[in-house]
């Protein structure tokens, strides 16, 4: 097994009397895609905010790369190669998908937006913008001005605009959520191509999917993961099927 680059132990997030992840331990390794499931009101959108930096936990702690996280900013951990793809909000919808992706490579490059020529060259840029557009199948859409993009393309530009930041691990949140049965159909080779490359943790509700891609599921249920393994092992799973899987 190769190392972990993420390890979570004992995260604790409390809202008022509801616990919301009870002590959560969970390794990520290198190049695998690592998928959370769990029933509604879980706790996989707050464990995501915690590892992503946007929600502080109240206890545990979070390593990533061997160094403790735990109380770095989400700008610190996307330096780091911790990276959330957004949802939608993060894209311009104003501009071409070529130029969010260039701005996206070019904010990595250490440089304000506001300064576009600074850190890289102009065409070198480009060039990584084009690449990042096929890796993630807009090679045909590059010129594309990226609010009229369907919504499933849209989602493949998130992921490419995470991409820009050279992410160690891709925190995937629900990424085919809402899309036609299609486009999430499409979505599943884009998911697998990023490993080796980069690590996956992925929270998605599309079990189909998840079974499909992930090499390892952890199932929250009420705050507690109650299982971890490999897709079969998860669904021979006794626990799981009665706590979750038979509900489906
Ligand atoms: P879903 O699959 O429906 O998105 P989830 O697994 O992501 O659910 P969370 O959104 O993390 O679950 O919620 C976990 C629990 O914490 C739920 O009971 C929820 O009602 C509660 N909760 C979430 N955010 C808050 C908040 N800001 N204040 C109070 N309670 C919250």
Redesign the pocket.
Request: proline share 5%; hydrophobic share 30%; glycine share 22%.
């Given at each position: 097994m190769t190392q972990a680059i993420l390890e979570l132990r004992d995260l604790v997030k409390r809202?008022?009397g509801?616990v919301?992840?009870d002590h959560v331990n969970l390794a990520i390794h290198a190049g695998e895609i690592h998928a959370i499931i769990?029933?509604?009101?879980?706790?996989?959108?707050?464990?995501?905010?915690q590892i992503s930096g946007a929600l502080a936990p109240d206890s545990g702690s979070i390593k990533f790369a061997g160094k403790e996280v735990t109380r770095r900013t989400m700008h610190e951990r996307v330096a780091a190669g911790l990276v959330r793809s957004y949802q939608i909000t993060n894209i311009f919808r104003n501009i071409s998908v070529l130029d969010n992706l260039a701005l996206a490579v070019q904010a990595k490059n250490g440089s304000s937006m506001r300064f576009w020529r600074a850190a890289i060259s102009e065409s070198a840029l480009f060039e990584e913008a084009r690449a990042i557009a096929e890796r993630v199948g807009l090679g045909a859409q590059v010129t594309a001005i990226a609010g009229n993009l369907a919504h499933g393309e849209q989602r493949k530009l998130e992921v490419g605009l995470a991409l820009a930041t050279a992410p160690r691990l891709l925190l995937l949140d629900?990424p085919m959520a809402g899309l036609a049965h299609e486009e999430s159909a499409s979505f599943i080779p884009l998911i697998e191509s990023l490993v080796p490359s980069h690590a996956v943790l992925l929270?998605e509700?599309d079990m189909d999917a998840v079974f499909r891609v992930a090499h390892r599921i952890s199932v929250?249920v009420a705050?507690r993961i109650i299982a971890s393994g490999t897709p079969d092992e998860i669904r021979g799973n006794e626990e799981v099927r009665k706590a979750y899987l038979g509900d489906e």
């Open positions: 809202y008022g509801l919301a992840t769990g029933p509604n009101g879980a706790g996989k959108t707050t464990l995501i905010h629900e929270i509700h929250l705050g």
